[in-house]
């Protein structure tokens, strides 16, 4: 079971770019990596998906190391409004009818000060 | 957009009460999934189902069943409230595939209180 890791909080001011690292040892073959963002009382919104090199999306990018044991999420000049909590999720044996267990990590509390 | 609703925000219920907890979703999705929220814990997966009467178990299942009868509905029942079944209750679904069925679209939560 691929289990994730992520550093529990985070501090970063408007305007920096912001990377958060998310490891994953056991990550399986056929695994993607997918990352969630999450304000107070709202239910997780979809950032990011990959599973090898870079993805890049309007909202963030997502780098994947050749070995596939960690990824980074980064956001470009945060804003106040990306204070929230960013989950990196692992898929376990997707596809077809055999769905695996889905593991979400503990998440990180990304806090943009002024 | 997708749309998932979820029955109720807020919820009180007291120690062996039987819950239930609704969710619909409007976009024709095969999988729907419950997913439970505590402080320091994160998300914990608890039955996810991929198609009509299908449904496996996640994380922690135990003190919970669930049931889809129809596609755009899935419902999680506690059947025996207890205390430390106090938590946010995150209703998500997604569309079938090797890499959509990660794409989650996630309800606003239900927060349910068992005194």
């Known amino acids: 079971l691929a289990k994730t890791t992520q550093p529990i909080s985070m501090d970063s001011y408007e305007g920096q770019e912001v990377n958060i690292t998310c490891s994953h040892n056991n990550i399986a073959t056929n695994d993607y990596i997918t990352w969630y963002q999450q304000f107070p009382s709202q239910g997780p919104r979809f950032i990011i998906q990959g599973y090898k090199t870079k993805v890049t999306n309007e909202v963030a990018s997502l780098f994947i190391p050749a070995d596939r044991k960690s990824s980074t999420l980064s956001l470009p000049r945060v804003s106040l409004s990306d204070t929230a909590v960013y989950y990196c999720l692992v898929a376990v044996n997707a596809g077809g009818t055999s769905y695996g267990k889905l593991t979400f990590g503990q998440g990180t509390i990304l806090t943009v000060h002024p | 957009d997708v749309k998932v609703t979820q029955s109720s925000r807020y919820l009180v219920k007291r120690t062996g009460e039987k819950v239930f907890l609704e969710c619909v979703q409007d976009?024709?999705?095969?999988?729907m999934f419950w997913y439970r929220q505590d402080p320091g814990l994160g998300l914990r997966l608890i039955y996810f189902?991929?198609?009509?009467?299908?449904?496996e178990k996640g994380d922690i299942p135990e003190g919970y069943s669930v049931s889809r009868e129809k596609k755009e509905r899935f419902s999680l029942i506690l059947e025996s409230a207890s205390t430390n079944q106090t938590s946010m209750y995150l209703c998500a679904s997604s569309p079938s595939g090797v890499t959509s069925y990660n794409e989650q679209f996630f309800g606003p939560g239900t927060r349910l209180t068992v005194l």
């Open positions: 976009m024709d999705h095969e999988n």
């Open positions: 189902s991929y198609d009509v009467k299908m449904k």
